[in-house]
């Protein structure tokens, strides 16, 4: 069985971990099979952008021993995530005569249409990472999906251009070459947590997707079925950590054992609390704990409510916010953002696979299990190719993507 499959691998490189899932997908079909899981400290990043290229190349190294000795599979290309606030998205439109003959729309047309509506729109120091068609016109024909095969003279396009800043991109790809991987494909992190936790119907009705890393939280709306907005926030879980250390006065490895062991919202007063570190047990006031959790969360989705406005959607998700990410391991986070956000609020687990389950059911392995999903389309296209390439070529990668193994 194993043999007549496809490995998938999917590498979430995030400021302070990277985590890696490596599955296979049957030659019949069906969700992908997770066969190796694993998860290492990084180092040499900064906000989600590389500073130094050989601390994610030390981790993902390292990652790779550990996923390639439980799978038995020998890693040589995978999706990676990238971050941070050069990652953006921007609306785009353009128009072109069809070229063919009888007038029958191509690939080709759509291709052309495409690079029409991004010219001007994207800087050359931006690389696109995706464009997601929103609708179609031809000769006057109103909201058409999919133009192809169509008879027409004028083809125009509304879509949403999702591009990050080229040295980010490329100092990334670096340090997955530096441990001997090459990048078959890089997705915004927050598109890769979309992929393993939302379901159709949230996307048509309109949602959310907030996907709280470490040094980020990562914003991508969905309407009608499509990416509509994008964006990323500089905020994140290392954040209230460092709260954490300055206002307990205490070391921030202290701190984020205290995040990770008393972080809430709500909840009975429990006093002073003790918490064990290294074999040493601290003693800290859990509502002096409350109040710098809360203070900073505050402040995060003060920044996300603002995304919304900006893309008119604050208050207006039928289908609210879906919080993921590391970050999102909180006590009573979801009611939290419910209040802030005036929005239904839910944290969620990747979905959508099979096998190692327990290993990967948690928010922080979202991106990386989306990440491996979107390997197992991308390599049926020819892996190493840039995603608006074989967007071209399926009518919108990611938005394709974000429909499947659901």
């Known amino acids: ?8 691998v999917g590498i979430d490189v995030g400021t302070k971990n990277v985590r890696c899932v490596v599955g296979y997908r049957d030659t019949m079909g069906g969700s992908p099979k997770i066969i190796g899981v694993g ?9 989600g952008v590389v500073t130094n290229l050989t601390g994610p190349a030390a981790a993902i190294d390292a990652v790779l021993e550990i996923v390639e000795k439980m799978s038995g599979h020998q890693v040589h290309n995978a999706v990676l995530s990238v971050n941070g606030s050069h990652i953006i998205s921007t609306k785009a439109d353009g128009m072109i005569t069809v070229g063919t003959v009888n007038n029958e729309v191509t690939h080709d047309d759509v291709e052309r249409l495409e690079d029409v509506a991004t010219t001007g729109k994207v800087p050359q120091n931006r690389d696109i990472l995706d464009i997601v068609a929103h609708s179609y016109k031809l000769d006057g024909q109103d909201n058409i999906k999919d133009p192809i095969g169509m008879n027409g003279v004028r083809l125009e396009i509304k879509a949403n251009i999702v591009s990050g800043l080229s040295p980010h991109i490329a100092n990334l790809r670096k340090s997955a070459e530096m441990a001997k991987v090459e990048a078959s494909a890089v997705i ?32 991508a709306g969905f309407e009608e079925g499509d990416l509509q907005y994008l964006s990323v926030i500089p905020l994140g879980g290392q954040n209230v950590t460092n709260d954490l250390a300055i206002g307990l006065k205490t070391d921030p490895e202290i701190a984020e054992t205290v995040k990770l062991a008393q972080a809430r919202f709500g909840g009975e007063a429990l006093g002073v609390v003790d918490i064990k570190h290294e074999k040493k047990t601290y003693r800290f006031d859990q509502a002096e704990i409350d109040e710098i959790v809360e203070a900073r969360y505050e402040e995060i989705f003060e920044a996300v409510a603002k995304e919304l406005k900006k893309a008119g959607r604050l208050g207006k998700l039928p289908s609210g916010v879906v919080l993921t990410g590391g970050g999102a391991n909180v006590k009573n986070l979801a009611e939290f953002a419910k209040e802030q956000l ?8 990747p979905v959508g696979y099979t096998g190692v389950s327990e290993d990967v059911k948690k928010p922080e392995f979202a991106a990386a299990v989306g990440l491996m999903m979107i390997d197992s389309f991308n390599s049926a296209y020819g892996g190493g190719q840039k995603i608006h390439d074989i967007a071209h070529k399926t009518d919108g990668f990611l938005k394709k993507l974000l429909s499947r193994f659901k």
């Open 1 to 8: 069985m194993q043999e007549q499959s496809r490995y998938i």
């Open 39 to 47: 998860a290492v400290k990084n180092t040499g990043m900064r906000k």
């Open 188 to 219: 915004p992190s927050v598109l890769a947590s979309a992929q393993a936790v939302l379901n159709e119907n949230q996307k048509e009705n309109g949602v959310a997707v907030l996907d709280i890393g470490a040094a980020t939280t990562g914003v």
């Open 342 to 349: 005036s929005v239904a609020a839910q944290v969620a687990l």
